[in-house]
């Protein structure tokens, strides 16, 4: 017998949210009335965290190259989690389950306890909140350090956006970070001029600094503005998909493997440490 999906709906004036706990703590779906403001499914038809609306990326993002490191002079590994991608991706957070903390009719908060596995060695807690405003979905990240040692740790979220007719992006940037064409992993750091234009005419798949922290979609039915405290964003137009991303993250691609990871936002969590952040995603009908 197949159990029954964990499914919680929020509401506040035309937005609906729907999260699944059971996988990865996604947002499975955000309407604004019948109209999807995320890639949306109604929540007990969504099979995985990677067909949802936004999942939560820790305890780093991106990609982690080789799939291993090095942290306080031991040499650790993960495992695939990503078809076949050479590299460990999003971290694990959006690959367990979460249990239900609390739950209002326009506000929930998520909980992962994570004792350390071959899929990331240290043990952490997480808590995710979201409060559903009539305006819009406020969304926080708690990472908890539960080890006896400090530990490495990136935060993100990874929202998903439907393509429609004359869907358009604003960023404020500075730099963008180019990849190898063969790793996928960032090798060198270029001038960006920020972005404005039509998504269809956009290709990027990127890791971007000196972000201002807001960015601004638009197509013929709706205005959205993400913010958050986090300060770079990986931007995804696929040609191919009917979607793209806009993702504030922590820290750089694969930054654990940099010269400095630390300038490139990894954070160092010590022992009993928090690291907090916020995304929000605001939404008006044009």
Sequence with gaps: MTPTPSVIELRAGDLRLALRPDLGGCVAGLWHGELPVLRSTEAAELTSARLAGSFPLLPYSNRLGQRRFRWLGKDYTTQPNFDDNPHSVHGMGWQRPWTVESQRADDAVLHLVHAGDA???????????????????????????????????????????????????????????????????????????????????????????????????????LRVQLSSSLDRLVVYTPKTRDYYCVEPVSHVSNAIHMADPAAHGLRTLQPGAHFEAWMKIEVSAV
Aim: hydrophobic share 35%; with cysteine; net charge negative.
């Design 119 to 221: 899929d990331w060695p240290f043990p952490f807690e997480a808590r995710q909140a979201f409060a559903l405003t009539p305006s819009g979905l406020n969304m926080g990240l708690t990472f908890t350090n539960t080890a006896t040692h400090a530990v490495p740790v990136g935060l993100g979220w990874h929202p998903y956006f439907p393509k429609r007719q004359r869907s358009r992006l604003h960023v404020e940037l500075s730099d963008r970070w180019e990849s190898d064409a063969g790793t996928q992993l960032p090798t060198r750091r270029v001038p960006q001029p920020g972005i404005d234009g039509d998504v269809a005419h956009l290709d990027f798949d990127h890791c971007f600094e000196g972000w201002q922290g807001t960015a601004r979609l638009r197509d013929e039915r």
